[in-house]
């Protein structure tokens, strides 16, 4: 990843080396670019409406992104079980070590 004038950082691709970015560091645009990468475009919106940022992705909770972002339900799901959780738990032992 690239760092940008404006604090935010290039996303060039949702996994990196084999393994998933670390959010710690993201802005608003960086969050929502990635959820684009992903493959949900329209979902991406919610993260801007929000104004959720990376440190605010890897404090929520699943309550928070199936309830606090009003998108559809099955989205949401594969959100936070497929995204929102894994970035937490690569965070989480990058930090650990």
Not at 4 to 26: C, F, H, M, R, Y
Request: a negative charge; aromatic letters at 8%.
């Amino acid at each position: 990843m690239e760092e940008k004038t404006n604090g935010s950082v290039d996303i060039k691709s949702p996994v990196e080396n084999g393994q998933l970015p670390d959010p710690a560091n993201w802005g608003v645009a960086d969050v929502v670019n990635y959820f684009k990468a992903t493959g949900f475009e329209e979902q991406a919106t919610a993260f801007q409406d929000q104004e959720i940022d990376g440190k605010s992705l890897l404090l929520m909770t699943r309550n928070d992104v199936l309830t606090g972002l009003s998108i559809k339900l099955g989205p949401a799901l594969k959100i936070y079980e497929y995204h929102v959780k894994p970035l937490q738990t690569q965070h989480l032992k990058s930090n650990a070590s």
